[in-house]
């Protein structure tokens, strides 16, 4: 199947401090990207959406000058966690699927460890 | 999107069925019911979808009543590594963008 990564994989910044977090779609263009967030036990929760060359769709509740989304390229989204506070620690999962396929599945990448110390 | 509701919690032994309801009792017609499981710590895995017909794959069997307001995921021999949070999640098929909202799920435990 569909392979999403992500860069890096957990990382730990100091609060005030802002970090790029990666999601790549490895062998197919993804048209439409996600981004969730998760906090321990709980479910996913999508922040946004991102559609490849046009600005990022957020959903209510998530300030979208704090979490910046770049969806240049058919392959990149950077979700970026500007001035990050220790309330922004959490797991952070990106999906993609390409719109131009008959394909209903969503693939996920494997997280992002977000820690804010 | 229709709402779900699922078990919080459920145990199963080593290779039997697990079975795994879910209620979408305000489902409309053109929405799907998508399944996706969540190992500790990773991203989420598509298992298997569905509009109204039964449906199985290498995976899992997907087993929707007739009036649509409930569907059952069979995991036909349960191992240790099916040990997941799964997610039924309801959802329209896309003209545009897929929007997947997942709620609590099932917290699956294979026993061995």
């Known amino acids: 199947g569909a392979v999403v990564s992500q860069h890096p994989s957990w990382v730990i910044c100091k609060s005030g401090t802002s970090v790029k977090i990666e999601c790549r779609s490895l062998d197919f263009q993804a048209t439409t990207m996600f981004w969730y967030r998760q906090f321990p036990k709980q479910s996913l929760m999508l922040m946004a959406t991102?559609?490849?060359?046009?600005?990022?769709?957020?959903e209510q509740g998530v300030e979208k000058d704090k979490f910046l989304i770049n969806h240049a390229s058919l392959t990149l989204s950077t979700l970026t966690v500007t001035s990050a506070h220790p309330e922004d620690s959490s797991f952070y999962i990106c999906?993609?699927?390409?719109?131009?396929?008959?394909?209903?599945?969503?693939?996920f990448g494997p997280g992002t460890r977000l820690t804010v110390t | 999107d229709a709402k779900t509701t699922q078990p919080p919690s459920m145990d199963c032994a080593e290779g039997r069925a697990a079975n795994l309801p879910c209620n979408h009792s305000t489902i409309s017609g053109n929405e799907y019911v998508y399944w996706y499981r969540q190992i500790h710590s990773q991203g989420p895995q598509y298992i298997i979808h569905?509009?109204?017909n039964n449906e199985t794959n290498e995976m899992a069997s997907l087993i929707i009543t007739e009036d649509r307001k409930s569907s059952t995921l069979i995991l036909p021999h349960a191992t240790l590594r099916d040990t997941a949070v799964y997610y039924c999640?309801?959802?329209?098929?896309?003209?545009?963008?897929?929007?997947?909202?997942f709620g609590q799920g099932t917290r699956l435990t294979i026993n061995p």
């Open positions: 991102s559609n490849e060359g046009s600005k990022a769709t957020y």
């Open positions: 999640i309801v959802s329209a098929r896309p003209q545009g963008a897929q929007k997947l909202v």
């Open positions: 999906s993609a699927r390409d719109l131009r396929t008959s394909s209903y599945e969503q693939y």
């Open positions: 569905g509009l109204k």
